[in-house]
Nanobody
Framework: QVQLVESGGGLVRNGGSLRLSCATS????????MAWYRQAPGKQRELVAN???????NYADSVKGRFTISRDNAKNTVYLQMNSLKPEDTAVYYC?????????WGQGTQVTVSS
């Protein structure tokens, strides 16, 4: 069984920065892609950013230029550097890892941006 362990969430002021981390543990698993999603109260879960094994990345329009996703393949860890945070970035952020037919989620970490 694979577990995704997230860390780095918290409370930050408008314009501040946070860095999220997500490490995989458990069974041997090499994700084809890792991603960050978020879900705000009353809204659907949405993709924030994803990174493929080869390094190609994709971002939601709302975070382009502010967030950066990266991964350490040797550690099966993915990071999300979030700069210039806005109140509308407030949400629970979830880590996702997929490979072949397998798809795993972390437990989520709260990010709150005060105005």
């Amino acid at each position: 069984q694979v577990q995704l362990v997230e860390s780095g969430g918290g409370l930050v002021r408008n314009g501040g920065s946070l860095r999220l981390s997500c490490a995989t543990s458990g069974s041997i698993f090499r994700p084809d892609a890792m991603a960050w999603y978020r879900q705000a109260p009353g809204k659907q879960r949405e993709l924030v950013a994803n990174v493929e094994w080869g390094g190609s990345t994709n971002y939601a329009d709302s975070v382009k230029g502010r967030f950066t996703i990266s991964r350490d393949n040797a550690k099966n860890t993915v990071y999300l550097q979030m700069n210039s945070l806005k109140p509308e970035d407030t949400a629970v952020y979830y880590c996702n890892a997929r490979g072949g037919p397998l798809n795993f989620w972390g437990q989520g970490t709260q990010v709150t941006v005060s105005s």
